[in-house]
């Protein structure tokens, strides 16, 4: 094992755990109360999921929406600003 990871302490795996369980606890919620919304990569070029969105949603849709889901899903704004 490197000598990096052996001076690790258990405790610190356990914070290195704790923010992403955070989020997931922060996006679970949400999603269970029927807020699956758009997050900020929806508008890009290449998303997966545009399908699923309403005709013309970049033209118009995400900019008008998208101050609305920042607020229902602050809790992972912080999440969306990880590199």
Known sequence: MPPDVQALSPYAYQNA???PLAFLAAAYSAFAAGKAL???GAAEEFNDFAFALPGGAKESYLDLVQPLVAAELSDLAPLWEEP
């Open 38 to 40: 758009p997050g900020p």
């Open 17 to 19: 755990f704790s923010l």
